[in-house]
């Protein structure tokens, strides 16, 4: 059954032909502007609460839940109508809070380090499947207020181009959510990317990059063997040029393989030319890749050399590590099964 968020007002209002012409204006205001389960609508009558909880069950069974960081990281498998997994993780800041949203059930890039591409790809996300993320997570952070949405969960968010930018959009205007609280982090898909600028949509685009040479990018990022980065770069190009926006990169530090002063240079040569800023990540532990992650002093000199360069670069506060919720860990536990991926010696 379709959820409730993937309807206008007007097209609600059609669905409540029959009542009062206010209850549409209720039923939204508590979907939208309150972020209410609809059968928790109690502006509504409870038997047409009760109709519509029928028509528009929730899309979002909890399979399972965890938490770290004292309660501030907090993580839910959902299961979906057909049985599929998905997660979504929410993370409390002193100045923010941020739900990191899943596009897809599981992931076909296949990037080596991530267990979310080892776990392999079950089908993509719907607007409301999507929503019903945010709107939980709303839900779970009060009394704080839900003020960032990122896609960076499970899935491509550019390989589920429609879904993403109609959840963007439907968050932006019906929310009333600032597109620059919005972002998208794409493996590099180039002709999404340039569809993407043309939206109009002022959001902050994040390109997983972890290589600037195409011989170690297309073992970490197989979709480079498709859109190499001399494509990527055009394609980041012409995203600066059409929205005026700073895009960013984030790159996982792993041992030996992209930690070295030779990877410094080439990232830096990539980032000053388009001007992006750097985020660095640790890499977090997954079962199937076998290379640690950068030790605390690498990942020091690491950045330390890009800002003598003249990058601008941050290091990520790794959260959610130890509940595998952090940045690569999402995996389908509930129903998908991770895969042993062969790595070269570096």
Known sequence: MPSAYEYTKEELAELLTGEPRYRADQVWHGLWTEGQDIKEITTIPKALRSKLGEQFPSSLEVANFVESDLGSTQKWVFRLADGATIETVLMAYEDRVTVCVSSQAGCAMGCTFCATGQAGYSRQ?????????VMFASRAAAPRRLSNVVFMGMGEPLANYATTVGVVKRLHEYKGMSARNLTVSTVGVAPAIEKLANEGLPLTLAVSLHAANNETRNELVPLNKRYNLERLHEACTMWIATTGRRLSFEWALIDGVNDTDQAVEELADYALSLRAHVNLIPLNPTPGYL??????????????????????????????????????QLAQVTNGKRRSIPVRSA
């Open 125 to 133: 996300l719907t607007i409301g499947e999507v929503i019903e993320q």
């Open 291 to 328: 290379v640690m992650g950068s030790s605390g002093t690498r990942v020091y000199e690491f950045r330390k050399a890009l800002e003598e360069l003249g990058v601008n670069v941050t290091v990520r506060n790794t959260r959610g590590r130890s509940i595998d919720a952090a940045c690569g």
